[in-house]
Structures are given as C-alpha cells and as structure tokens.
C-alpha cells in the first residue's frame, strides 16, 4: 500500500528519512531539533461516540429544546466511557437552527450535564457538516498542543423552530420599547396593522440562490439521468439496512432517553420503515411536481437529535487507561458552485482526503456518507465514475471510480436513520470507528455535503485491539 525510497528504512516508531522520523502520513514525529512543546505530531484518537435516539421531529421529543438532547448526549458519553469530567479541557458543538436563549449552547449543555464550570465551551455551524466541523476543531486543538482531551458533539432540534415576527414589528416593538412616555408607547402600538403579524420563517432556500435543497436535488438527479426508479431503490436499500443493523444491535451508539415529564423511555430511532416499491412508486414528487424524482421518503426527513464524542492524543489515552475505537488521521473541507453542484461535495471531497492521506479507493473498507436524498448520493457515485467530471471539474486525467457498494453505509444512513443537521457528523465518525472493529476493516471515510455548496471529507482508521 505504501511505497518507501531506496535506502531509507523502518523503525517501530515509523519512517526514517534523512534521519527525520516521520509515521507512515508523513507527519514528522520525532526531529533532533524539535522542541519539547511542539506537539503537532501527536496521535489524535477517536475514544467512543453516543447520540440520543433520532426521532422525526414532532415526535417524543416536541416539548423539549436543543439544550435537553446535548445535555443528555454529553451525561451519555461519560456514563459509557467512565473518565472523569475533570479531564475534559474544551467542549465544541455543532448546531444550525440555534435556539435564542442557548445560543452558545456547547457551555450551556456542559453546564448543566455538570462539567467542570472551568472547561470552555463554543458553538460551530457549518449547516450539515456541523459537528463534522466540532471533530476537525477538535483535532486542530490538539494538534497544536493546546489540549489534550476535547469533546466534539453536535445537536438539532427540528420540532420547534425559531420564528419572528416580521422586520416592521420588530422595529416598532424596540422603538416601543425605547418610549419615554406611554403617549409615545401607545402612538408605536397603534401603528401596528394585520400585516405587521406576518411571521419571519426560517429560510429553507439557499441564501445566495433562493433555490430550495429539494429544488437542487432534483435538477441534480436530472443532470445525471437518474430516475425516480433509482431514487425509490436506493432509499429502500437505507432503510433496509437500517433496519437489519438495528435488530442485530449494531446501533451501541444510541443512549436511551427518558423523556422529562412523560412516561416514556426513547431507546431508538423512530424513522425507519422498510416500505415496498409499490408504496414508494404511489408517493409524489415534493418539490418539482409533477416531474420531480425527489418524494418524503426518498429524501432524509427533519429530525431531532444530539450526538457526542471524545477525542484526545493517544498518550492521554494511555495514561487514562482507555482504549480507542480508531485514529482520526486526514479530513478536508471543500467548497463549489452552490447552483449547480450545491450537493456534489462528496465528489469533490473523497479524491482530496484520499490523496491527502496516500490511499486509493480500494483501501477503503468502511464508507459512511450522508445521504441527504437518493438522487443526492446517486449523482455523487455516478460522477466519481465519471471521466469526463473527472477532467473538466476535478483537474484528475482519469475517474477516482465507484467504492464497493457492499461496504457502502451498510448500516443504513441519513435517509434511514434520521439527519439532525448539527450532529450528524459525529454519527457518521462513531459509526465508522464501530463498523471497522466489527467488519474487521483498517481504513474508513466519512464525506459529507452541506448547504452553500460546501463538503467534508475525513479518514478514520481501525485501532488495534479495539473493541465495539
């Protein structure tokens, strides 16, 4: 797999060069002239992932607020690993629809989860690369040798969205507010019309196009002659799998909750149901009608949910006495046209992270890929097969070619699964680290896309002697 230069050698602790030690990515791990505090080549190590059970939003879940589900992830996590919250040095969450009065909510959930009041904490968005984005926060701290053990978790809460009132409400409610006088209060307030009622709803177009994803999605689909057909047979597939890794109890990484103030303990995902393509065949199209190939089920549904890692150099691990799941080794975030290619991130992403890291798409026995719809991860395979793409968009001379499909999200995905937008990425990381223990595999890749036209792409790999 990997290819070394005439005269050079190996030693236990990796590649020696011109008697530089580098592992086997090329990170310099040890210099003669390196200082003590230069802790950039440390191993950064994936230690266990817990997520509450994803519902379908309005749900289980409706009369509670994001802060609930990331407290109860973070509780989770360290009732499952069993380290000392003292240890945690930093906290990062990734979130989307953020609610008002948690808007930092990584140090508000720490707080109540009962976290060391000394931890910092802060909030990423990056739509559904968020908690994506908490983890490569997370491995740039350490990575500098700022910290050692950081929490990356993620949440969503879809069943009770932020909604204003409309922009002249707002600005005669705050000059209302300003009034002196309750002549002058009441002179604002009798300004106000029916109109003024009208609700601001939070955008579900792209900002800089105005396209709906959905929109996106079919004129993706389109573009690459993908049939309502495949659609349907592709999001069958997700929940199938789903379904059979969720009665085989691969799911370890769902922390059941009891539900505050009902009777009811939530111990799994809510959104899997294995149809017939009969059923699917009779469903319409939701956003391009009545052509459109994208329906409700062949489209990942709004969800509620948290999800939350622990990650710290492999050193602290030992010295901890645990044992990680997997490496975290390479990622890459990239970015394109968001009108047409607004979904093709995994495309983009997949050849980048795997040249980063030295590795082909044959080396690559685990791939968790968010499906956000069918058409969506259609597109995206059929134009890594593609040589044309290849050459006029990747800047490559040949297609990076399609992965194994059996070893492709064969715990289900998004579509199956469930797609809080902020901690989806930690679902996939935890995922991936769990199936390469379980399908005995050493390389897994997590690609993601996201709104604005932007993408992620990490690899993982299998620690030795680690157990699910």
Not at 76 to 105: C, D, P, W
Not at 128 to 134: D, E, G, M, R
Not at 212 to 238: C, T, W
Not at 447 to 458: D, L, P, R
Request: hydrophobic residues 40%; proline residues 4%.
């Amino acid at each position: 797999m990997f290819s070394f230069v005439k005269n050079n050698f190996i030693t236990k602790q990796g590649f020696v060069k011109y008697g530089i030690v580098t592992n086997y990515w090329g990170v310099v791990v040890n210099k003669s002239y390196a200082t003590k505090s230069n802790n950039a080549a440390k191993n950064i190590v994936f230690i266990d992932g817990v997520r509450t059970p994803f519902l379908q939003s309005g749900t289980s879940y409706k009369n509670l607020i994001a802060y609930d589900l990331a407290k109860h992830s973070l509780v989770a996590l360290q009732k499952k690993i069993g380290f000392s919250k003292e240890v945690v040095e930093y906290i990062v969450y990734g979130t989307v629809m953020q609610e008002v009065r948690t808007s930092n909510i990584a140090r508000e959930a720490a707080l109540a989860a009962g976290y060391s009041d000394r931890t910092p904490a802060h909030t990423v968005t990056m739509a559904c690369i968020s908690s994506n984005q908490a983890l490569t926060t997370g491995m740039g701290f350490i990575a500098c040798g700022v910290y050692d053990v950081i929490i990356a978790g993620g949440v969503e809460f879809m069943s009770d969205i932020p909604i204003r009132h409309s922009r002249h409400m707002r600005s005669l409610m705050l000059q209302a507010n300003k009034a002196k006088t309750i002549g002058q209060k009441l002179s604002l307030l009798g300004s106000i019309t029916p109109a003024h009622f009208q609700p601001e709803l939070p955008a579900i177009a792209e900002f800089s196009s105005g396209e709906v994803m959905g929109h996106s999605g079919d004129r993706l689909a389109a573009a690459f002659n993908i049939s309502r057909q495949e659609q349907d047979d592709y999001a069958l597939r997700s929940h199938t799998l789903a379904a059979k890794a969720q009665q085989e109890g691969h799911f370890t990484d769902v922390s059941p909750y009891k539900v505050p103030n009902v009777n009811q303990v939530v111990d799994k995902d809510n959104g899997i149901r294995v149809s017939t393509l009969e059923q699917l065949k009779k469903l319409k199209p939701a956003f391009v009608k009545p052509y459109g190939g994208v329906t409700a089920a062949n489209a990942s549904f709004l969800t509620d949910g948290a999800s939350a890692a622990l990650i710290m150099t492999e050193e602290r691990a030992h010295q901890l006495g645990l044992t990680p799941k997997a490496y975290l080794r390479n990622f890459t975030y990239v970015s394109q046209d968001p009108i047409d290619q607004l979904l093709l991130g995994p495309t983009y992403a997949i050849p980048k992270v795997l040249e980063k890291a030295k590795l082909n798409v044959k080396d690559i026995g685990v791939w968790e890929i968010h499906e956000a719809f069918a058409g969506q991860i259609l597109a995206n395979l059929k134009a890594l097969d593609s040589d044309w793409f290849a050459q006029n968009y990747l800047g490559k001379s040949e297609k990076i070619g399609i992965p194994d499909l059996n070893k492709w999200n064969a715990w289900g995905g998004s579509l199956s699964i469930g797609h809080p937008f902020g901690a989806t990425g930690v679902r996939l990381a935890t995922h991936t680290a769990n199936r390469l223990i379980k399908e005995d595999q050493q390389f897994g890749l997590i690609a993601a896309c996201a709104a604005g036209g932007q993408g992620v792409g990490m690899i993982m790999e299998k620690y030795p002697k680690a157990k699910v």
